[in-house]
């Protein structure tokens, strides 16, 4: 079985700051890691994705993430925070196979900006 | 293109009624889904359909049943609602990947807030 932890329900950084959300996974299988941003009283977008190749994904607004096997983590990160990045974000996870397409959310991470 | 749409976008129902979520989604996508969202719980799969008329249970199936009346449309009942099925309900479709390869995108409605009371 798969599953996904986010570290900290709750984060808040400053504007220009550097932001940092963490995500952990488990998984007795390579995994697809994902991460998806909702804004208030929308659907979720992805933001972007590792299926495999380079480990470091870059997605869009400036969002990047490292897939660290020997840490089972897949942080996100953003060099200067907006104010437009204030959101809800998710990390997910699929393994294909048996389960292929089905993704397994973590808690997710809501992110406040102070101007 | 529209996307995925669902309908309703917002519903209030009494304990017991009975009422059906609706999704569609014109990118041609095979694969189709239902989640709901409770706050501090992420994102919890439902019910999902592989293919055209074939549906299978997620992690949170019971109170629940679903159609996949074709390609486009991906439907959600409640049966006999109850307070605990309070809570937002999305659709989402992906197409596979060619070549047998996983990690595909999914793309999601902008979600159903339902009510019960």
């Known amino acids: 079985a798969q599953s996904v932890t986010q570290l900290g329900s709750h984060v808040s950084v400053s504007e220009g700051a550097l932001v940092l959300l963490r995500c952990n996974y488990s998984?007795?299988?390579?995994?697809?890691l994902f991460w998806y941003v909702q804004y208030p009283n929308q659907g979720l977008q992805l933001l972007l994705k590792y299926t495999t190749g380079a480990t470091l994904v870059k997605g869009i607004n400036g969002f990047e993430a490292e897939f660290k096997k020997s840490e089972t983590s897949f942080h996100l990160t953003k060099p200067s925070a907006h104010m437009s990045d204030a959101a809800e974000y998710f990390c997910?996870?699929?393994?294909?196979?048996?389960?292929?397409?089905?993704?397994?959310f973590g808690q997710g991470t809501i992110l406040t900006v102070h101007p | 293109n529209a996307g995925v749409t669902q309908t309703p976008k917002f519903q209030v129902l009494k304990t017991g009624q009975s009422m059906t979520l609706q999704c569609a989604q014109d990118?041609?996508?095979?694969?189709m889904y239902w989640y709901r969202q409770d706050p501090g719980m992420g994102l919890r799969l439902i019910y999902y359909s592989a293919s055209e008329g074939t549906t299978d249970k997620g992690e949170v199936p019971n109170g629940y049943n679903v159609s996949r009346l074709n390609k486009r449309e991906f439907s959600l009942r409640l049966e006999s609602a109850a307070p605990s099925q309070t809570s937002v309900y999305f659709c989402?479709?992906?197409?596979?990947?060619?070549?047998?390869?996983?990690?595909?995108?999914?793309?999601f409605g902008p979600g159903t807030r339902l009510l019960v009371l």
């Open positions: 998984s007795s299988v390579p995994p697809y």
């Open positions: 990118m041609n996508h095979n694969s």
């Open positions: 989402a479709s992906s197409e596979r990947l060619a070549g047998g390869i996983y990690g595909e995108t999914q793309y």
């Open positions: 997910a996870v699929s393994t294909g196979g048996t389960s292929y397409g089905k993704l397994t």
